[in-house]
């Protein structure tokens, strides 16, 4: 599988430099993901399918807009009634450059309270990791940032979570917590500005 980060924002691009530096089968660009000619390309949206807002507006305006439409069926037509932040859907999108779209949301609904101090990053990262390994017909995935447009969340904590969901995902290295403690260290570690207790 061959992972492509791609991201407009230069701060991002380099903390992916950073975490991803010994990743071979990763590329990182800066530039557009709807200009890639790839196999599949992430959507970072919401658990309802809004697909009209920042980088999904572009895709969506790239691949045309029945994907919204098709993705809200699927959710609505869904037991859960949403598609949880933590599992992501592949769609065909009928488009000869990029005949796939992995839909991997990193919020419930569009806000940007909060998602900064979450492990969303991590959580849509592993979900579409397991999407794309899982798809025969996915060979080249192109991953844009995540939770770091509208969510704000800082490059750097958003690029270590990331990776984390690569090594854990890709790389085979499963977590094994045999205490209480050494979960809660690491789910900590993934984004130090979250709070573990109130009191």
């Known amino acids: 599988?061959?992972?492509?980060?791609?991201?407009?924002?230069?701060?991002?691009?380099?903390?992916?430099?950073?975490?991803?530096?010994?990743?071979?089968?990763?590329?990182?660009?800066?530039?557009?993901?709807?200009?890639?000619?790839?196999?599949?390309?992430?959507?970072?949206?919401?658990?309802?399918?809004?697909?009209?807002?920042?980088?999904?507006?572009?895709?969506?305006?790239?691949?045309?807009?029945?994907?919204?439409?098709?993705?809200?069926?699927?959710i609505k037509a869904s037991p859960e009634g949403e598609l949880l932040v933590g599992q992501a859907w592949v769609l065909e999108t009928g488009h000869k450059q990029i005949p796939y779209l992995i839909s991997a949301p990193t919020m419930r609904i569009p806000t940007n309270f909060n998602i900064d101090t979450s492990v969303n990053a991590y959580l849509a990262m592993k979900a579409l990791l397991i999407a794309a390994k899982k798809d025969e017909r996915i060979h080249s995935v192109a991953i844009p940032g995540l939770c770091t447009g509208v969510g704000r969340m800082p490059p750097a904590i958003a690029a270590k979570q990331m990776y984390s969901a690569y090594e854990e995902i890709v790389l085979g290295k499963k977590q094994?917590?045999?205490?209480?403690?050494?979960?809660?260290?690491?789910?900590?570690?993934l984004n130090q500005k979250g709070m573990i207790w109130t009191h």
């Open 176 to 189: 094994d917590f045999s205490t209480f403690g050494e979960a809660q260290k690491y789910h900590w570690n």
């Open 1 to 74: 599988m061959k992972h492509i980060l791609i991201d407009t924002n230069p701060a991002l691009v380099e903390a992916w430099k950073t975490c991803f530096s010994d990743a071979h089968d990763v590329s990182i660009i800066e530039g557009d993901i709807t200009q890639l000619s790839v196999d599949a390309i992430v959507s970072p949206a919401n658990s309802f399918g809004f697909m009209d807002g920042s980088l999904d507006y572009a895709i969506s305006d790239k691949l045309g807009w029945h994907i919204e439409k098709e993705l809200q069926a699927k």
